[in-house]
């Protein structure tokens, strides 16, 4: 066998090889699909308050305040105002972003924010027992 057709044969098999090969598809999102309701979920915890958000500003527990994930995309800023209704008993609130959260929004846990204690209970979750998350819908007003 020549080296021609040795290089003819490689460059062959490489153009069938890319061919074949799955086509790089954009990245999923991490942000909840406009108008779809999502999750949210509530941190908290003794010793949590006062210490330092994401954002600088110290941690209160008790704020309508919430956190979105690092990962969202476009990243929600520091200061934007949400808000926020429990799609289950209709009861909606304001609140800032003023933290950031490890967590990503997926189809199977499309959790959206992680609000304070405070928050969350206004719009009717309960941390004791804990609900883990209420079902939302998400307006961002800027």
Not at 36 to 46: E, I, L, M, R, S
Not at 74 to 83: A, C, E, M, R, Y
């Amino acid at each position: 066998m020549s080296m021609r057709t040795l290089l003819i044969g490689a460059a062959a098999l490489t153009i069938a090889l890319a061919a074949a090969a799955p086509v790089a598809t954009a990245a999923p999102t991490d942000t909840p699909p406009k108008g779809k309701d999502c999750w949210a979920t509530h941190y908290g915890q003794p010793g949590l308050d006062g210490q330092p958000t994401s954002s600088g500003e110290p941690y209160n527990n008790n704020a309508d305040a919430a956190a979105t994930s690092l990962s969202r995309s476009p990243q929600l800023k520091f200061g934007t105002k949400v808000k926020v209704t429990n799609v289950k008993n209709g009861k909606t609130l304001t609140v800032r972003i003023n933290d950031r959260g490890s967590y990503k929004w997926t189809a199977s846990v499309p959790k959206c924010l992680d609000l304070t204690d405070g928050a969350f209970k206004r719009l009717g979750g309960s941390v004791d027992p804990d609900d883990g998350h209420i079902i939302v819908r998400e307006q961002v007003l800027g």
